[in-house]
Protein backbone atom coordinates (compact mmCIF):
# COMPACT_ATOMS: atom_id res chain seq x y z
CA UNK A 1 0.00 0.00 0.00
CA UNK A 2 1.43 3.43 -0.60
CA UNK A 3 2.13 5.78 2.22
CA UNK A 4 5.32 6.38 4.45
CA UNK A 5 6.74 4.63 7.06
CA UNK A 6 9.18 3.85 9.22
CA UNK A 7 12.06 1.60 9.69
CA UNK A 8 14.14 1.52 12.83
CA UNK A 9 17.45 -0.64 12.96
CA UNK A 10 18.48 -2.05 16.26
CA UNK A 11 20.90 -4.02 17.52
CA UNK A 12 19.41 -7.77 18.66
CA UNK A 13 21.65 -8.12 21.80
CA UNK A 14 22.05 -5.98 24.83
CA UNK A 15 24.46 -2.96 24.33
CA UNK A 16 25.70 -0.29 22.36
CA UNK A 17 25.30 -1.10 18.36
CA UNK A 18 28.20 0.11 16.02
CA UNK A 19 27.06 2.85 14.46
CA UNK A 20 26.87 2.07 10.58
CA UNK A 21 25.19 2.82 7.52
CA UNK A 22 22.02 0.95 5.96
CA UNK A 23 20.36 0.89 2.63
CA UNK A 24 16.42 0.15 2.66
CA UNK A 25 15.73 -1.09 -1.52
CA UNK A 26 12.61 -2.41 -2.79
CA UNK A 27 13.51 -4.98 -5.81
CA UNK A 28 9.16 -5.39 -6.78
CA UNK A 29 6.42 -4.15 -6.26
CA UNK A 30 3.76 -7.13 -6.14
CA UNK A 31 0.03 -6.45 -6.10
CA UNK A 32 -1.64 -8.85 -3.48
CA UNK A 33 -2.41 -11.44 -6.34
CA UNK A 34 0.91 -11.64 -7.93
CA UNK A 35 2.36 -12.18 -4.68
CA UNK A 36 0.06 -15.24 -4.15
CA UNK A 37 0.59 -16.29 -7.60
CA UNK A 38 4.58 -16.02 -6.59
CA UNK A 39 3.59 -18.16 -3.25
CA UNK A 40 1.75 -20.68 -5.52
CA UNK A 41 4.74 -21.43 -8.29
CA UNK A 42 7.33 -21.36 -5.40
CA UNK A 43 5.09 -24.38 -3.57
CA UNK A 44 4.89 -25.70 -7.15
CA UNK A 45 8.16 -26.15 -7.38
CA UNK A 46 8.96 -27.41 -4.14
CA UNK A 47 6.14 -30.07 -4.35
CA UNK A 48 8.05 -31.54 -7.60
CA UNK A 49 11.13 -31.65 -6.02
CA UNK A 50 9.61 -33.59 -3.04
CA UNK A 51 7.68 -35.99 -5.83
CA UNK A 52 11.32 -36.68 -7.65
CA UNK A 53 12.80 -37.11 -4.86
CA UNK A 54 10.63 -39.87 -3.15
CA UNK A 55 9.86 -41.49 -6.83
CA UNK A 56 14.31 -42.62 -6.78
CA UNK A 57 13.91 -42.72 -2.78
CA UNK A 58 15.65 -46.45 -1.78
CA UNK A 59 14.05 -47.48 1.84
CA UNK A 60 16.29 -49.08 3.78
CA UNK A 61 15.29 -51.01 6.98
CA UNK A 62 18.09 -49.83 9.54
CA UNK A 63 21.30 -47.91 9.31
CA UNK A 64 22.65 -50.21 12.12
CA UNK A 65 26.03 -52.55 10.36
CA UNK A 66 25.29 -56.09 10.02
CA UNK A 67 21.56 -56.76 8.98
CA UNK A 68 22.10 -57.87 5.70
CA UNK A 69 21.92 -56.36 2.51
CA UNK A 70 18.26 -57.15 0.67
CA UNK A 71 17.18 -53.28 1.18
CA UNK A 72 20.25 -52.21 -0.36
CA UNK A 73 20.40 -53.95 -3.73
CA UNK A 74 18.89 -51.40 -6.01
CA UNK A 75 21.77 -49.22 -5.09
CA UNK A 76 24.00 -52.18 -7.82
CA UNK A 77 21.82 -50.47 -10.17
CA UNK A 78 22.63 -46.41 -9.43
CA UNK A 79 26.86 -47.38 -8.56
CA UNK A 80 27.28 -49.80 -11.30
CA UNK A 81 29.91 -47.42 -12.73
CA UNK A 82 30.98 -45.84 -10.18
CA UNK A 83 34.45 -46.34 -8.85
CA UNK A 84 34.95 -43.49 -6.49
CA UNK A 85 32.09 -42.74 -3.57
CA UNK A 86 31.58 -39.82 -1.39
CA UNK A 87 29.56 -40.58 1.92
CA UNK A 88 29.54 -37.18 3.47
CA UNK A 89 27.54 -36.33 6.50
CA UNK A 90 25.01 -33.44 7.36
CA UNK A 91 26.81 -33.04 11.07
CA UNK A 92 30.27 -34.34 12.12
CA UNK A 93 29.87 -36.95 15.59
CA UNK A 94 26.05 -37.61 14.77
CA UNK A 95 26.36 -41.45 15.60
CA UNK A 96 23.49 -42.65 12.68
CA UNK A 97 25.66 -41.18 9.60
CA UNK A 98 28.74 -42.74 10.91
CA UNK A 99 26.69 -46.51 11.42
CA UNK A 100 24.80 -46.08 8.25
CA UNK A 101 28.49 -45.12 6.62
CA UNK A 102 29.40 -48.36 8.15
CA UNK A 103 26.76 -50.35 6.98
CA UNK A 104 26.84 -49.00 3.13
CA UNK A 105 30.84 -49.84 3.59
CA UNK A 106 30.05 -53.37 4.09
CA UNK A 107 27.59 -53.68 0.97
CA UNK A 108 30.20 -51.96 -1.06
CA UNK A 109 32.87 -54.26 -0.26
CA UNK A 110 30.62 -57.18 0.02
CA UNK A 111 28.62 -56.96 -2.66
CA UNK A 112 30.44 -54.74 -5.36
CA UNK A 113 34.14 -55.43 -4.89
CA UNK A 114 35.50 -51.78 -2.99
CA UNK A 115 38.05 -51.83 -1.03
CA UNK A 116 39.21 -48.50 -0.10
CA UNK A 117 38.03 -46.25 3.10
CA UNK A 118 39.13 -43.68 2.72
CA UNK A 119 38.33 -40.19 5.61
CA UNK A 120 38.29 -36.61 5.79
CA UNK A 121 42.21 -36.70 7.66
CA UNK A 122 45.99 -36.54 7.08
CA UNK A 123 47.16 -39.25 5.45
CA UNK A 124 50.37 -39.94 7.94
CA UNK A 125 47.29 -39.61 10.62
CA UNK A 126 45.79 -42.54 9.39
CA UNK A 127 48.63 -45.33 8.75
CA UNK A 128 48.13 -46.26 11.99
CA UNK A 129 44.80 -47.17 11.56
CA UNK A 130 45.44 -48.60 8.18
CA UNK A 131 48.13 -51.16 10.11
CA UNK A 132 45.10 -51.88 12.72
CA UNK A 133 43.03 -52.60 10.18
CA UNK A 134 45.46 -54.79 7.88
CA UNK A 135 46.67 -56.47 11.28
CA UNK A 136 49.39 -55.25 11.77
CA UNK A 137 49.26 -53.85 15.07
CA UNK A 138 46.59 -55.32 17.67
CA UNK A 139 45.80 -51.72 20.06
CA UNK A 140 42.42 -50.26 17.91
CA UNK A 141 42.01 -47.50 20.70
CA UNK A 142 45.25 -46.58 19.92
CA UNK A 143 45.45 -46.30 16.15
CA UNK A 144 41.91 -44.13 16.19
CA UNK A 145 43.75 -41.70 18.70
CA UNK A 146 46.86 -41.60 17.09
CA UNK A 147 44.85 -39.85 13.92
CA UNK A 148 44.26 -36.63 16.33
CA UNK A 149 40.77 -35.96 15.17
CA UNK A 150 37.75 -36.15 17.93
CA UNK A 151 35.22 -36.34 14.57
CA UNK A 152 36.65 -39.65 13.97
CA UNK A 153 37.49 -40.84 17.51
CA UNK A 154 33.82 -42.58 18.26
CA UNK A 155 32.57 -45.80 18.90
CA UNK A 156 30.76 -45.71 15.49
CA UNK A 157 34.59 -45.20 13.96
CA UNK A 158 35.96 -47.64 15.67
CA UNK A 159 33.40 -50.38 15.05
CA UNK A 160 34.10 -49.71 11.23
CA UNK A 161 37.70 -50.45 12.14
CA UNK A 162 36.93 -53.69 13.83
CA UNK A 163 34.74 -54.93 11.02
CA UNK A 164 37.65 -53.88 8.88
CA UNK A 165 39.91 -55.96 10.82
CA UNK A 166 37.54 -58.81 10.93
CA UNK A 167 37.16 -58.78 7.16
CA UNK A 168 40.83 -58.95 6.16
CA UNK A 169 41.57 -61.44 8.65
CA UNK A 170 39.22 -63.50 6.79
CA UNK A 171 41.51 -65.74 4.91
CA UNK A 172 38.67 -66.21 1.60
CA UNK A 173 39.22 -62.80 1.24
CA UNK A 174 42.13 -62.00 -0.46
CA UNK A 175 41.86 -58.80 -1.43
CA UNK A 176 42.04 -56.82 1.54
CA UNK A 177 40.22 -53.51 2.93
CA UNK A 178 42.61 -50.23 3.42
CA UNK A 179 42.08 -46.87 5.49
CA UNK A 180 43.42 -43.99 4.17
Not at 8 to 24: F, H, I, M, T, W
Not at 37 to 62: M, N
Not at 156 to 169: G, H, K, Q, S, T
Request: charged letters at 25%.
Amino acid sequence: ASGAYRIEVSPLGQGDAAKGRYQVRIDDILSPQAYAQRLADLRQKQRAVVARLAEAAIPIKTVEAGNGFADLQPLKRVFKDVRYLGLGEETHGTREFFQFKHRLLEFLVEQMGFRVFAIEASYAGCQDINDYVMGRTSDGAKALDSQGFWTWNTEEVRALLDWMRAYNADPKHTRKVKFY
